[in-house]
């Protein structure tokens, strides 16, 4: 008797606990993210690679053949100063069509929310404190003599230079290094926090995001392909200018639920 008791009781007690988990669960909500791209306007994907058919800033023709970037440490803000903090970094890949929409692995309650950030690129603590076998196997990391960790960006492609000859680009963005001095490397960060500003949320709902590629090559810096098309990984004062062109990249288009 004492036996069917206890197990009556245990029963009651998983039951309970199963549908205050439900009733919690009911206060979560699922972000979704989707980035879309364009050259001043006009839509890019992928079908648009591997022809010369943009014009840059600096009057250069180009073509992409290679897009990808990384994104992680999305947040949210709330008035009070409390930081909601979601999981995992997403590899969006415009070459391949991959991973150009995800959500966070983190729930994210109900509310209103002063802010929502994510990062292009990674923090410091984020580009070396763990080793990514996703990114590891993507060929995605810098070498140890700039100081390891990863790319933030790879833009990849051709353009016609001043003597008329189509030649390749490789607009590599990581963490800008200083390897003058092979033992005592200097570093600046040049990872980029982006702002998507308030929201509030009380259901499922996208972030629907736009890069605008011409921005990286004209503003507030000039980029001229002829001077730099190449070998910028190592090149401390190009990956600092990239930094800059790469601060009005990002927008936020709009929300949908």
Not at 18 to 27: A, C, L, P, T, Y
Not at 58 to 82: P, T, V
Not at 239 to 254: A, D, K, P, R
Request: hydrophobic share 35%.
């Amino acid at each position: 008797m004492k036996k069917i008791l206890a197990l009556a009781l245990l029963t009651f007690l998983s039951f309970s606990c199963s549908e205050d988990n439900g009733n919690n669960s009911n206060e979560d909500v699922s972000a979704t993210f989707s980035f879309s791209h364009n050259w001043d306007g006009a839509e890019v994907n992928n079908t648009e690679f591997n022809t010369i058919q943009f014009t840059n800033a600096n009057g250069e023709q180009m073509s992409i053949e290679k897009l990808r970037y990384l994104i992680s440490n999305i947040r949210l803000e709330k008035a009070d100063g409390e930081t909601l903090y979601t999981s995992g970094h997403f590899l969006v890949d415009v070459t391949n069509d991959v991973n150009l929409v995800f959500q966070p692995y983190t729930a994210i309650p109900k509310g209103d929310y002063t802010n929502v950030i994510f990062t292009f690129g990674f923090n410091t603590e984020d580009n070396y404190s763990q080793t990514y076998t996703d990114l590891n196997a993507a060929s995605w990391n810098v070498p140890d003599m700039l100081g390891g960790g990863y790319h933030y960006m790879q833009l990849e492609g051709k353009f016609i230079d001043n003597t008329d000859t189509e030649t390749g680009y490789a607009y590599h963005a990581i963490r800008a290094v200083d390897n003058s001095d092979p033992i005592g490397l200097l570093f600046q960060d040049t990872f980029i926090d982006v702002e998507l500003g308030p929201v509030s949320i009380s259901k499922d709902l996208t972030f629907n995001i736009d890069m605008n590629i011409a921005e990286w090559f004209k503003n507030p810096n000039l980029w001229d392909l002829n001077t730099l098309h190449n070998m910028m990984m190592p090149n401390f004062n190009a990956q600092i200018t990239m930094f800059q062109n790469g601060q009005n990249v990002f927008s936020l288009n709009e929300i949908t639920e």
